[in-house]
């Protein structure tokens, strides 16, 4: 079954009005299947391939030039000096949505777009599949945590790649290949260690020096291996909502992973049912959450504006959607019944910011929609529209 990405529409969209769309995200994310849909017409290269790249090295303008409709780009960022051929392509022929290009390093490929294709590029960032995307197919999950387990990367789903099988390889490939294109890693054991700490870390502050001691490693390397994994989109930092509201506040970001599924894998658990019982399962959840919303973002080709808020009493909310001068709290629950206490840190969080109880929600795991005076709560199958 073909699955509908909500992106598609906006990539569509924007192609018809910039010469350059690029396509980044993890390895294994939908990028090229994604763009092969959208652009069925289009000739279709991968500089994976030494051959196809050898060709664009030694005659960029025909290799450019092979479709008259345009030409979808996979892993460009493999011919760095393509991207100046590109530049001058455009400019030449003046035709949007000509060129397509995709990848999964990031740092890389923004690099190369950043010094040569500035104005002439539309960028998107494409993550695995949403819980939205697949409400009402034959993948839908009707537990939040079969969704955590298995994440949500789509060849867990087309292809029924289990995903004690799925992960393993990924990760053997993301250590043995991605990680040495960024950079010189000369303990793969450590490294491979340093991501397994990682996972047992989700949601929780990220401490350099605690990672450092733990792996055996220097601090300034675990910052050069945190960029590597947040490069590769494995893992991101949430940074922490700097404004005083008179109190003493957190200022390090929290640490997470872009698919959960990974992050089981790294933690090895064995099935969905482990985390009824497992130290990370609230951590995971909340992982989950955050990646939903982040996702319901980018498919509308918007940029994330996500924070968390802490002061130093311990106070928190685990997430923040900025959007202008305005601000969503959510306080996001693993548990599947509600409590008056949820909602201390979103009244607590209200009279310091003056934020309006309807801008503030309270997900959790049940399967109650109800709007309070403290706040909306809603489960998470109903995540919030910003």
Known sequence: MLINRQLGE????????MPVVSITGPRQSGKTTLAKQ???DYEYANLENPLTRQFARDNPFRFLQQSERGIVIDEAQHLPELFSYIQVHVDNTRRNGEIILTGSQNFLLMEKITQSLAGRVAIFNLLPFSVRELAGTSYEQKDAFAYIYRGLFPRIYDQQAP?????????QTYVERDVRQVQSIGDLAAFERFLQLCAGRVGQIFNQSALANETGVSAPTIARWMSV?????VTYLLPPFFKNFNKRITKTPKLYFYDTGLACSLLRIRSAAE???????GALFENFIINEVMKNLLNKGVRPDLYFWADSTGNEIDLLVSQGQRLYPLEIKSADTLRPDFFKNLELFQKLSGTAPDDCYLVYQGTENQDRTN????????LPEF
């Open 10 to 17: 906006k990539i569509r969209d924007i192609a018809g009005k």
């Open 275 to 281: 985390l009824d019982q497992h130290f990370a399962r």
């Open 375 to 382: 706040g909306k709560v809603r489960n998470w199958q109903a």
């Open 163 to 171: 995903p004690d099988v799925f992960y393993p390889s990924y990760i």
């Open 229 to 233: 994994l947040q490069t590769g989109f």
């Open 38 to 40: 959208i652009f069925p």
